[in-house]
């Protein structure tokens, strides 16, 4: 980060190359250049707000308020000035003015009136005056200033001389394309005014329009291109405006603000109920320098299918930005390197070094995925697949690029989702062969899932091409125990066991089933708890001659439940009258 001593170098060197460009001409005050409002005594909205930097000016003894809270002559809120309540002579004056900040300009200023009067023969005059020096030195101000009457619509800047006339919000003065630096609101005596005879005003809202033709300068710590983090990393700045001065430091992810660092005060927006942001209620609203550290995580970049773009800007009162630190950054490789709304993102992303292409004859291209299973000896290609969940199914793939030559020597990756929606990457790359041909198992002990092969055909994108995806259903399974092998009748028979495929749902049936006239039916059924572990017990009562049962627990495919249906291994009772 910029230190302190740096900042202040940039923001006097600053000063002098745009006093010295606006000078000569080489700098147009309007090129490139952000604007704000200062609002004063209230703001769009009606809000309260203080006087700002307008200041009370008089040439004679007048009545001047410039507390935009006070009460003077019964009137409130206002910025208020009055001749005439004293013997003043032709020409005394009394008002407010308003100064610019340097390095900025004024260009516009509205104003709301609350009253004015004018009382007796002669009668005063309310004008708006402003006043620009030469050369054009922002800051500067030699002698001999020139003052020069706003003019709106043609009308020369006096408002009116109608005696006793009070007006409404409606009654707004509007002045555009200024560019000054210092602007006179006054009431003056146009002849000689006795204690009876006055002019009066009492403005209760006044907008300032500010241009700031300068951005704001400095720097922050150097963002890494390619980078790829897997913790949050501090990114340190710095800036420096001459003009409006610095509002904020922002890091920003594909133009999205993640983190913040704010200036506050009155650098804050006096109207939050609009869209503009750029509202105060001083003409240098924010401070010279701003320095801070931002927080840059693993989260905020998993926003895009492809790499994101980091940088860090600095914004000044009037808008204008400034780009500290940029690159194309993305987050580490994580477990399942798949993102909801995103897609997948590629495991061997490689942002720094030069592109290359995935295997021989890679790029878009399209895909095939198939379950193998043996039969009688011979070799089948399945779309579906049941499979015990002790099993490590075989899948086979085939990889051809767009005008079907096969793409060899590719890295391919195997996805799974037992969710919708819910892909995860596991395991590790697989080879195409010369045909375009890849083949791998599938993990056991798992939920039913659908499964895909994904292939990344650039080693600095995440676009991808995959196969069609594939259903695999795993079957339950349970252990099954018996308390004892031999019974006779009137002993109770107690079943006890545990679900083996996880997790399980709360209260999981497990139904038990007896072997009985060639078929499996219901016998008992339990609950089994969320380790999966359960027991039920059944008395016997009526065999009338020895005989051997075989009993199983069924465990059932049901909502919330990853499995299809399985059974445990048969076990058998004898059971004697």
């Known amino acids: 980060m910029s230190t302190p001593q740096t900042i202040h170098f940039v923001l006097r060197s600053t000063t002098v190359l745009l006093s010295a460009a606006v000078a000569l001409g080489v700098l147009s005050a309007s090129a490139s250049a952000g604007t704000y409002d200062v609002w004063n005594c209230a703001n769009g909205a009606g809000a309260p707000l203080r006087a700002g930097d307008w200041t009370a000016v008089s040439s004679g003894s007048g009545l001047v308020n410039s507390s935009c809270g006070a009460t003077a002559q019964g009137v409130s809120g206002r910025l208020r000035a009055a001749v005439g ?41 309310i004008s708006v005056a402003s006043r620009r020096y030469y050369p054009a030195c922002p800051g500067c101000k030699p002698p001999g200033p020139a003052l020069y009457y706003v003019r709106n619509g043609g009308v020369s800047g006096v408002f009116s001389t ?17 560019g000054v ?12 005014c006795p204690a009876a005879e006055y002019a009066t005003y009492a403005a209760y809202r006044l907008r300032v329009q500010v241009q700031d033709p300068s951005h704001p300068v400095g720097g922050a710590d150097r963002l890494e291109h390619g980078g790829r983090i897997a913790s949050a990393v501090p990114v340190r700045a710095g800036a420096a405006d001459y003009g409006g001065g610095v509002r904020d430091l ?27 942001p750029n509202e105060y209620v001083v003409m240098r609203p924010c401070p010279p320098t701003l320095g801070g550290a931002l927080t840059l995580t693993p989260d905020q970049l998993k926003v895009s299918a492809e790499p994101s773009l980091v940088r860090v800007v600095a914004t000044d009162a009037g808008g204008n930005e400034t780009v500290l630190s940029s690159a194309r950054m993305a987050p580490a490789p994580f477990p399942g390197s798949y993102m909801d709304g995103v897609g997948y993102l590629n495991p ?88 375009g041909r890849v083949a791998g198992r599938l993990p056991a002990g798992q939920p039913s899932r659908h499964v895909t092969l994904v292939y990344f055909p650039l080693s600095d994108s995440n676009a991808n091409v995959q196969s069609p995806q594939r259903r695999l259903d795993v079957r ?23 679900v083996t495929t996880t997790p399980v749902k709360p209260e999981k049936i497990v139904l038990i ?37 075989r009993f199983r ?4 495919s049901e909502a919330g439940y990853g499995y299809a249906t399985g059974h445990s291994r048969v076990v058998k009772a004898i059971v004697a009258p």
């Open 85 to 125: 309540y004293s013997a003043n002579p032709y020409g005394t004056t009394v008002g407010h003015r308003i100064d610019h900040a340097p390095g900025t300009l004024i260009t516009g200023l509205d104003i709301w009136w609350a009253n004015q009067a004018f009382a007796g023969p002669p009668p005063g005059q």
């Open 162 to 178: 109608t005696p006793a006339q009070a007006l409404s919000e409606s009654n707004l003065q509007v002045f555009r394309g200024l």
């Open 181 to 192: 630096w210092t602007i006179d609101v006054s009431a003056t005596c146009t002849a000689q």
């Open 250 to 276: 922002t890091l920003r992810v594909n133009d999205t603000v993640v983190d913040r660092v704010v200036s506050g005060g009155d650098c804050s927006d006096v109207d939050t109920t609009n869209a503009n």
């Open 348 to 435: 061997d992303l490689d942002l720094k070094g030069p592109r290359h292409v995935n295997g021989v004859n890679g790029g878009a291209g399209k895909a095939t995925l198939s379950f193998v299973v043996r039969a009688r000896g011979r070799r089948h290609l399945r779309s579906h697949r049941i499979a015990d969940a002790t099993e490590r199914p075989l899948i086979q793939g085939q990889f051809k690029s767009v005008n079907g030559t096969p793409i060899a020597g590719a890295r391919i990756w195997r996805a799974a989702a037992a969710t919708p929606g819910k892909w995860q990457i596991f395991g590790k790359a697989l080879t195409t062969s010369k045909k």
């Open 476 to 498: 339950a399974r349970s252990t099954l125990r018996l308390n004892r092998r031999f019974y006779r009748n009137g002993q109770t028979i107690r079943f006890s066991g545990r």
């Open 513 to 549: 089933q007896a072997r009985l006239r060639g078929e499996w039916q219901p016998f008992k059924y339990a609950h089994a708890g969320r380790h999966g572990r359960w027991s039920v017990s059944r008395r016997f009562g009526a065999t009338p001659k020895r005989t051997a049962y």
């Open 553 to 556: 627990a069924l465990v059932v």
